[in-house]
C-alpha cells in the first residue's frame, strides 16, 4: 500500500485481464497497438496513461513525472485480453476485415492477434437491426445469459492466472431506450432478467455481470449500459467503479475543443452543422435509425452544456445545432466529418468556419480504451466506486451523478482528472491562481 496524506492503493501486482464486449474496429485496432507497443514496434501515441505527465507542486518546483511513474498503473505486459462478438474471427480476422491498419503492421502482429478469439456473445438483432452473427448464446432466459457471460469470465481468470480484471463495452451502437421501471433498482432488474424483459439489452448484461463481480465497467457506446440507477446502485453495492458513455473522438472531440474558445472570447453562434461520411461497421450500424438516435443523443448534448444558452441567451439562446451520420461504404473507417459553423462578433456581424476533419476513428479511439482500462483499474485499487466522473475525458456524454450535469469542455476535464490523481497521491491541487510568484 501506498499511504502518507493520499489514499491509500492497493499495488498493481499480477496480471491484469481486459474483457471486449464486442470485438471490432475499436477493440482489434486496441488489441494491436498494445502488443505493437510492449514488444517495442510502435509507441503509444495519443495515450495520456503512456505518455503524459502531471505537474506536481509549484511551477519552480520543475517536478513533472510521466503519470505512469505518478500513479501505479497496471504494466502493459502484464495485460491479458479476452472477449465476445457474435462473429467467430479472431482478432487478426476481425482487425483485417475493419480494414484500420495496414497490412504490414497487420503481418508483424498476426501471430498474437490469432491468439486472441472471441467467445459468443450475448445478442439479439433486434437490439442492432443491422447485424446478424452465429457466434451468439442461447439460455432459456436473460438470467440464463448472464449466468453464462459470469462463467466466461471466470474460466478467463482462472485460466490466465489474472488478479483483477476490468470490462471496456466495444460493442456496437445498440437501438435508442429510456431507463424505465426495470431499470430503477437491482431487484427490478434482476426480476426482469428472469422474466426476459425487453428493455433489458444485451450491453446491460455485460454491465450487469461485471459490476456485480467487482470488475470497472466503461462504457465506450452511447447505449445506456450501465447509466441508469439499477447500475449505479450494484456499483455502490459491490464497490465497483463505472463509467460511460461513448468515447470522444472525432467531431466531438473537436466540438469540445472548438466551442469553450468561443464561448471564453463571448463570440455568439448561431448554428453548427456537422456532417459525418463513414463506411465501416459502426457507419453501417448507425445507418438504422434507432441506433442513430441514440449516438445523436450522445452528440447533440455537447453544445447546450458547453455553451449554457440559459446564462447566456444573446449569444447562444438560438443555435441550430444538426448532426448526421451517412453510410458511405468507400471511406472505410477513414471518416470524414465536416463542420459548418455559423458565429457573430461585435456589432453581430458574422461569420463562419469551417472544418474538415479527415481523421482515423479506430486510431483516435484505441488508445482511450487503453487509458480507461488502465484508470478504472486504478480507481478499483485506491477503493472508489460509483460513477468515475473524473474520467469525462474520455467520453462524449459523460455519465455524472442524477441531477448533475455533465462537464463537457476537454480542459476542465483534463485539469479534474489531474487533481483526482495529485488528490489521491497527497500532492496539492492544481488552481492556476498563482499570486503567490508575484508576492
Ligand atoms: N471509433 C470511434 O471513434 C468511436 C467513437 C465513439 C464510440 N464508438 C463506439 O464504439 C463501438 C465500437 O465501434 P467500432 O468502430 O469498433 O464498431 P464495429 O462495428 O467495428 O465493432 C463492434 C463489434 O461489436 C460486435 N457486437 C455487437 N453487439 C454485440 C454484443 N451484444 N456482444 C458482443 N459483440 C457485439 C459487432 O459484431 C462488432 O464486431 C460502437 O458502438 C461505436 O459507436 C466508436
Not at 501506498?2 to 492503493?9: A, D, E, S, V
Not at 509549484?58 to 510521466?66: F, G, I, Q, V
Not at 457474435?86 to 502482429?109: F, H, M, P, Q
Not at 466495444?170 to 427490478?188: F, I, L, M, P
Request: net charge neutral; aromatic share 10%.
Amino acid at each position: 500500500m501506498t499511504t502518507g496524506k493520499g489514499r491509500p492503493i492497493a499495488p498493481a501486482q499480477g496480471k491484469l485481464g481486459i474483457l471486449l464486449p464486442g470485438m471490432g474496429a475499436v477493440a482489434t485496432t486496441f488489441v494491436a497497438g498494445v502488443e505493437a507497443i510492449r514488444t517495442g514496434y510502435s509507441k503509444p501515441i495519443g495515450s495520456l496513461t503512456q505518455m503524459g505527465t502531471i505537474r506536481l507542486g509549484k511551477r519552480t518546483e520543475n517536478r513533472s513525472p510521466l503519470i505512469k511513474d505518478f500513479v501505479p498503473l497496471a504494466d502493459l505486459k502484464d495485460v491479458v485480453f479476452g472477449g465476445w462478438d457474435i462473429y467467430t474471427d479472431s482478432a487478426y480476422e476481425a482487425a483485417r476485415k475493419a480494414g484500420v491498419l495496414d497490412d504490414k503492421d497487420l503481418a508483424a502482429l498476426k501471430p498474437f492477434l490469432e491468439t486472441v478469439k472471441p467467445w459468443p456473445a450475448v445478442f439479439d438483432s433486434q437490439y442492432v437491426k443491422k447485424l446478424h452473427g452465429e457466434n451468439v448464446k442461447k439460455g432459456k432466459n436473460k438470467r440464463d445469459l448472464a449466468d453464462q457471460v459470469t462463467a466466461d469470465i471466470e474460466k478467463f481468470k482462472k485460466d490466465n492466472n489474472l488478479s483483477r480484471l476490468v470490462m471496456v463495452w466495444c460493442g456496437s451502437t445498440e437501438v435508442y431506450r429510456e431507463a424505465g421501471d426495470v431499470h430503477s433498482s437491482v431487484a427490478k432488474f434482476e426480476k426482469g432478467l428472469e422474466e426476459s424483459h425487453p428493455d433489458i439489452l444485451p450491453s446491460m448484461i455485460y454491465a450487469y455481470c461485471a459490476i456485480k463481480a467487482g470488475i470497472p465497467y466503461c462504457n465506450g457506446a452511447p447505449n445506456l449500459s450501465c447509466d441508469f440507477p439499477a447500475m449505479i446502485e450494484l456499483a455502490k453495492k459491490t464497490g465497483t467503479p463505472i463509467m460511460g458513455k461513448d468515447f470522444k473522438t472525432g467531431q466531438t472531440f473537436m466540438k469540445t475543443l472548438l466551442a469553450p474558445g468561443f464561448k471564453a472570447r463571448l463570440l455568439g453562434m448561431n448554428g453548427w452543422y456537422s456532417t459525418n461520411i463513414l463506411g465501416n461497421r459502426d457507419g453501417e450500424v448507425l445507418d438504422d435509425p434507432e441506433s442513430f438516435k441514440t449516438k445523436e443523443v450522445s452528440k447533440l448534448g455537447v453544445l447546450e452544456h458547453i455553451l449554457q444558452p440559459q446564462l447566456y441567451p444573446d449569444l447562444y439562446g438560438k443555435i441550430h445545432h444538426v448532426v448526421r451520420i451517412n453510410y458511405y461504404p468507400p471511406r472505410g473507417d477513414n471518416k470524414e466529418g465536416w463542420d459548418n459553423i455559423d458565429i457573430f462578433g461585435w456589432m453581430g456581424y458574422p461569420m463562419q468556419i469551417k472544418v474538415d476533419f479527415l481523421c482515423r476513428d479506430s486510431i483516435l479511439a484505441a488508445p482511450l480504451v487503453l487509458d480507461l482500462a488502465l484508470f478504472s483499474d486504478l480507481a478499483s485499487r485506491a477503493g472508489m466506486s460509483g460513477i468515475q466522473e473524473w474520467l469525462s475525458f474520455y467520453f462524449k456524454s459523460p455519465q455524472t451523478a442524477p441531477g448533475l450535469y455533465p462537464e463537457h469542455d476537454l480542459f476542465i476535464q483534463l485539469m479534474k482528472l489531474k487533481n483526482t490523481l495529485r488528490h489521491l497521491k497527497g500532492e496539492d491541487l492544481i488552481t492556476h491562481l498563482g499570486l503567490e510568484y508575484y508576492d
